[in-house]
């Protein structure tokens, strides 16, 4: 199958603005780098791989992407057009229409690709190129106009003059090509009065020898917010921030004041689920139906089940099954599985550990290397003791056990069915099913009787 049409994505500049030791394209936008928006967008509009062009940091970008992307090396990186020259060697020899897009653009949408990419497609000319009004004018270029209204140049906002910074249209830096010239043009790209060779001055160039440009207007000109500084980072995270919330709320999810959510694009929310102010849902969270989250939660990595209440809690690559009620100021840590209708009461820690159906921990425990078998009351201020100093030891509760406030267990250790300790009880050695153990070191001082079936 020859490839029609390829994208190319610039990504070799220092990215100096920023003053970061970190390349512009990798700092994190809503917990991805921020290429792989654009990365993602360009592959959806041509259904290829997209060529993205690196230089500054190479080999850390080429990592991030190795699995998204074909690369294309620029080196020393001599302006945008210079880049795409660098690209040409990546791109399949049939490809008819090349997409270009900057790789700081992260808000440019597939449509958007894919409707510049038609546009140029019933276009006589070489570029079809995409602008937007904005007021006022950004650091960008303009775009010149003939008094007929067609496009007769972009000029860079370094080299305007002041009438020509006045203008309101810009050259947001996504454009779409017509290939076979685009590779006979850039050759001859004049050198810019800052030793580069722009990209934008093939328009002029197209212009110049009788061919027609044309300019597609963004509708919503926030696609057009690029970054360039960190106040333009943090200016793109709220507007991307905007955009996922309002997913979410289409979906069904109540979120209180948007503008106090966190949700990262990756994050999956059922239906009628509130979400209160001050959460932060990472990663590849997902929260089921008509939960309650927050206010001041943070999951990260972690499932939700239907009908759960998290409240001012840190839940971290955990699973919460139905039901479950967490918090305030509860930890769920690595491997932390609580199965349905478990309550987690104030200053609960649960690290690596199953707490089966219906366990109660109220208030003030650790619990850590542990497998907790259905209905166990772990009193106030339990605490598994599962490291020696050495090593991580494993504890094992019986079905329906109370573990009595302040109860210290010792690991490895054993507690049996039905078994019971008495307060403050410091366990060393297993306990058998249904006995009762109390004092420091805990005995087992009498025998219960287990329920009767009906009871239970
Ligand atoms: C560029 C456009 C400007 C447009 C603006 C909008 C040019 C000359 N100017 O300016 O008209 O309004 O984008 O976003 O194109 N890059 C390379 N190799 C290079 C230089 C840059 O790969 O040699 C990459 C950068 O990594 C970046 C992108 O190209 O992702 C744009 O470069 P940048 O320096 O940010 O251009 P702007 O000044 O924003
Ligand atoms: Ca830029």
Redesign the pocket.
């Known amino acids: 199958m020859s490839v029609e049409t390829i994208g190319i994505i610039?990504?070799?500049?220092k990215?100096t603005r920023m003053k970061s030791s970190l390349p512009?394209?990798l700092h994190p936008l809503l917990g991805r780098p921020m290429l792989r928006y654009a990365l993602q967008a360009m592959h959806e509009a041509t259904g290829q791989k997209p060529v993205v062009?690196v230089?500054h940091e190479a080999e850390r970008v080429r990592a991030v992407f190795a699995e998204q992307a074909e690369f294309a090396e620029?080196s020393p990186?001599?302006?945008?057009g210079?880049?795409v020259r660098a690209a040409q060697a990546a791109v399949p020899a049939g490809a008819r229409w090349v997409l270009v897009s900057?790789?700081?653009?992260p808000l440019l949408r597939a449509d958007t690709f894919r409707r510049l990419l038609a546009a140029q497609q019933r276009h006589k000319g070489p570029i079809t190129m995409l602008t937007a009004v904005m007021d006022p004018p950004r650091?960008?270029?303009r775009v010149l106009r003939f008094p007929d209204g067609r496009v007769e140049a972009?000029v860079?906002v370094a080299h305007a003059t002041e009438e020509q910074r006045r203008i309101p249209e810009?050259?947001?830096?996504a454009y779409c090509f017509d290939a076979a010239w685009l590779w006979q043009a850039l050759p001859r790209l004049p050198l810019s009065p800052k030793g580069?060779y722009?990209?934008?001055d093939l328009v002029g160039l197209a212009v110049a020898e009788g061919l027609s440009v044309q300019a597609l207007t963004l509708e919503d000109p926030a696609e057009a917010l690029?970054v360039?500084t960190r106040s333009h980072l943090a200016e793109v995270a709220a507007v991307m921030q905007r955009r996922v919330n309002e997913t979410l709320m289409a979906a069904g999810v109540t979120l209180i004041d948007p503008a106090r959510t966190y949700v990262e694009p990756s994050v999956q929310v059922g239906r009628d689920t509130v979400i209160w102010p001050d959460c932060y849902l990472l990663g590849h969270t997902v929260v089921g139906e008509g939960c309650e989250i927050g206010p001041n939660a943070y999951l990260r990595d972690t499932q939700v089940g239907n009908h759960c209440r998290i409240f001012a809690s840190v839940l971290e690559y955990a699973v919460v099954e139905d039901h479950v009620d967490i918090g305030p100021f509860g930890h769920l840590r690595k491997g932390a599985h609580l199965a349905e209708g478990v309550h987690m009461g104030n200053f609960g820690e649960v690290k690596n550990s199953y707490l089966g159906r219906g366990v109660k921990m109220g208030h003030f425990s650790y619990i850590g290397d542990a497998t907790i078998a259905e209905e166990v009351n772990i009193g106030a201020g339990t605490i598994t003791c599962n490291y020696d100093g050495e090593r991580k030891h494993p504890t094992k509760i019986g079905a329906h056990a109370f573990i009595g406030s302040d109860t210290m267990l010792v690991a490895p250790l054993e507690i049996g069915e039905g078994a019971r300790t008495g307060a403050g009880a410091v366990v060393t050695k297993d306990i058998p099913p249904y006995s009762l153990a109390v004092g420091v070191p805990a005995r087992v001082i009498r025998k219960l009787q287990p329920p009767t079936e009906a009871k239970r």
Request: aromatic share 6%.
């Open positions: 610039l990504a070799a500049g990215g512009k394209v062009v230089g620029q990186p001599l302006g945008t210079d880049a900057n790789g700081d653009m650091d960008y270029g972009i860079e810009l050259n947001v830096g580069e722009y990209l934008t690029g360039n």
